[in-house]
């Protein structure tokens, strides 16, 4: 059995195919949503436990949102914005459909239905503070750039790899940075986890998502999966987008990928990283890149399983999602496993 891991889809290849969402419990009314319905909602008591909840991780000082939700003096100023972006759940970003298919998903940053209502009355009710004594503890906010497996207790990488740093100006279009990392490796590695994280806190601001994209080197198993680069790949070898498989990917909230027991990632020497940032300007300039840390099993210690980490796909390039104005048209694609796979997250 092998493993495979389908960009945002982790996949396992073993006899069967077999969909799995891991679940938390069900998105119940609380009793302060109940309460919330026979008084006038307040910042304090309602509306910042929502906001520390499902937005803070992004509006805080020094990170990738345009403005903090931190306090009602950062919050106030953009009630109306903030009503009109959750009733119309733009925010927070969650793009899973609420009217088809599973629902229950781990890590669900979206809010419920009393949690919009909340702060649609809220904001209609004139955005009231409320009394102070009712905020909810403070979450602890950003301050250093961590690795959040050192901080799980897994300890430091054994290796990191750093893309080139971008300088991004002040005002600017947003620019897609793709340089190109070795990996100083001279012997084969197997990698039990992997995490990215922008070079530096600042650099957080700036980088939107970035993409580990691993260039394979005399690696014929993964091209004869379909999941290499190799023979049997459409892209071009100048396409850095399409490169197969991925490494990693990163985006605010993202944590490390740990991969199941006896499962792992196998890194050859002469492997390259193909870097794909998403960088964007923030209104002064800043100078970042990605790197991504890489915990390897120990010497000798070989699991039975290999990991990737790919993208379904299958759309023709040349049709791409072109739809002309005022029509309707519709685009599909496939992808081809060549094994028997377990699909283990998406």
Known sequence: MKAIHFG?????????????????TARAQTPADVAATHRQVTFAKDVAPILQQNCQECHQPNSIAPMSLITYQDARPWARSIKERVSTRQMPPWHIDPSVGIQKF???????????DTIVRWVDGGAVEGDPKDLPAPKPLVTSNEWKAVRDGFGPPDLVVRSDNYTMPAVHQDVWWRPESDIPITEPHWVKMVEMRPITLQARRIIHHSVAYLQLNNDPEANNTGTGNGPGRAASADDLVNRR????EWAIGKGYDLYRPDTGKLLLPGEKISWDEHIHAVGEEITGGSEIGIWFYPKGQEPKHRSYLIGFTGIDPTKSLDIPPNSIAGTEGFTVLKENTLIENF
């Open 106 to 116: 781990k890590n669900d940053m979206s809010l419920s239905d009393n949690q919009i």
């Open 8 to 24: 945002r889809v982790g996949i396992i290849l073993p006899a069967f195919i077999a969909m799995m969402a891991t679940v938390t």
């Open 245 to 248: 498989p991925m490494l990693m």
